[in-house]
């Protein structure tokens, strides 16, 4: 079998700061101008400076465990490929190199251009397209990083549609349990059960026993909201049960993700105490230009990020208790202690045992961060993931390579995970016509 040879941009180590144990056998070129790159960027207080960080300390490892192998020629490790750091210092392009060599961003692209030299068939992995259409100009063969990336498109939507019999309808609704023998249903996937035009029934897939099982029945009093569609009262279902530990929750704006997750939490933490406390976490990832610094203590700084979290708790506590004592049940859930607001850079390192926990607009969140989020999960803890990955404000990431459908991709089937497709607006006329046309 032929070594394929690579060659990988900054963005790439920045997206993946483990993409080098990812490959098999194969010849891994790191340009000297990426490591410049990263030595500039380890000292950002952010999840940039982190991963540049880790990837410096896994080149000094792997320095450290070869002894007097030199990177410069190559080092070998353990998965079989050979890392080198390849440096053009000196040599010429011959005028046939069209860019600027004086900017920046082109020293990467000009050592890919030098390394085709000595490799003709290298392939240069960047996640900017940008980089890539500048790359495949100057006649290297450039591509996607995609060691984390699933098609959007593949991932189960939780819902789908079966047609039975008459009896078998019949015999669901006396003892609420059917024997299922679909091989592509997932497990805690929902299926409509129908016979004809106007029965329409739905079911829980239960793996275990290879059985779809009738939906439990709702609380008398979820904070005053009831499912406007079956996809919401699917998630409802989902989002109260005890053993499905994570949630995903998809689905474009006005479509009620967070709205239903945080009435269920509150149901499940002030009315049935099942949970000790609701933490609610979003990225910190500004829409449009940001507007810098902001002062104060770092609950007065999340208190402008965390906005939609408290307007979709006032329309709880309105709902439930009309217009008159909306403000007094709001000082009381605030004072509780039982609410609390964390950005997603400050959860790494906790342990979070028995809590309801609710990531809002978790397509902003790389598989990495996912990662991090989700095995912060203590004993009893609950984790909803909601977001939508057609709109992402990341730069570094899109609706394949995003932790929401990294997330969704990885638990799939397992008996504690369940996921939720939402397509219908309904947060008014004006937000659905909105979502359709705009």
Not at 188 to 201: A, F, G, R
Request: charged share 25%; with cysteine.
């Amino acid at each position: 079998m032929t070594q394929k040879t690579f060659l990988l941009d900054t963005n790439v180590l920045l997206y993946d700061p483990k993409a080098l144990s990812h490959f098999k056998n194969a010849l891994l070129v790191i340009p000297i101008s990426v490591i410049e790159e990263l030595d500039d960027m380890k000292r950002l207080p952010n999840d940039l400076g982190r991963n540049a960080r880790l990837v410096m300390r896994s080149f000094d490892l792997l320095k450290a465990h070869h002894g007097k192998a030199n990177a410069i020629t190559g080092i070998k490790t353990e998965n079989g490929c050979v890392v080198r750091i390849f440096s053009c210092q000196g040599q010429e392009a011959n005028g046939q190199f069209i860019l600027d060599r004086s900017a920046r961003k082109n020293h990467v692209l000009y050592s890919a251009y030098q390394a085709a030299k000595e490799y003709p068939d290298i392939i240069f992995l960047s996640k900017d397209f940008a980089t890539r259409l500048k790359a495949q100009m100057t006649g290297i063969h450039a591509e996607d990083y995609k060691n984390a990336s699933f098609s959007h498109r593949d991932i189960y939507t939780g819902l789908k549609k079966a047609t039975i019999s008459k009896k078998e309808v019949d015999l669901f609704l006396k003892n609420g349990v059917i024997d299922w023998s679909d091989e592509e249903i997932y497990a805690n996937e929902y299926c409509v059960l129908s016979s004809d035009k106007d029965t329409h029934i739905i079911g829980r897939y239960d793996k275990a026993h290879k059985q779809l099982v009738a939906l439990n029945p709702l609380p008398h009093d979820l904070w005053s909201i009831k499912p406007r569609n079956i996809q919401q009262r699917c998630a409802l279902d989902l989002i109260l049960r005890e053993d499905i530990k994570l949630v995903t929750l998809v689905g474009q704006a006005g479509t009620g993700k967070t709205l239903l997750a945080l009435a269920c939490a509150l149901r499940k933490v002030f009315d049935e105490g099942y949970y000790s406390k609701i933490l609610v976490s979003r990225p910190i990832m500004p829409l449009g230009k940001d507007i810098g610094f902001l002062p104060g203590t770092k609950e007065e700084k999340l208190f402008h990020w965390m906005q939609p979290i408290y307007d979709n708790l006032e329309y709880l506590c309105q709902a439930g208790s009309g217009n008159q004592d909306t403000q007094e049940n709001l000082r009381w859930i605030k004072e509780s202690q039982k609410l609390e607001l964390e950005a997603v850079t400050y959860i790494r390192g906790r342990t979070l045992p028995n809590m309801f926990i609710i990531i809002d607009e978790a397509q902003n969140l790389t598989p990495h961060e996912i990662k991090t989020v989700v095995s912060r999960a203590g004993e009893g803890t609950k984790v909803i993931l909601a977001g939508d990955p057609t709109q992402i404000d990341n730069p570094y990431l899109d609706v394949d390579t995003n932790g929401l459908t990294f997330a969704i991709s990885k638990f799939g089937d397992h008996p504690i995970f369940g996921n939720m497709t939402f397509d219908v607006t309904e947060r008014s006329e004006l937000s659905s016509l909105a979502a359709q046309v705009l």
